[in-house]
């Protein structure tokens, strides 16, 4: 027997890609170690840089991640082009 919510709303959760999930992981390293170099630039200049550019490495990742994404789905669409049938 569902739960009394489920029954009321169908929830389907989408299914999470590999890929999608290490995006999530490197955004959210990015956004901590962003967080964490902005308070350090106030006590240690030297940590807080290091900091900083290790969340732009990571957001460098993610636009890697983007890239091979974008380049995945238009080999997809030249696969399943039908305009000339």
Known sequence: ??????QIVCIDEPKMEEGDFM??????????TQIIGFIFLFFEFIIGITFIGLSFVSFVIILIYLI???????KEEEENDYRNY
């Open 68 to 74: 091979k994404e974008r380049i995945q789905e238009k």
């Open 23 to 32: 995006k999530q992981v490197w955004l959210g390293i990015g956004l901590v």
């Open 1 to 6: 027997m569902k739960p009394f919510f489920e």
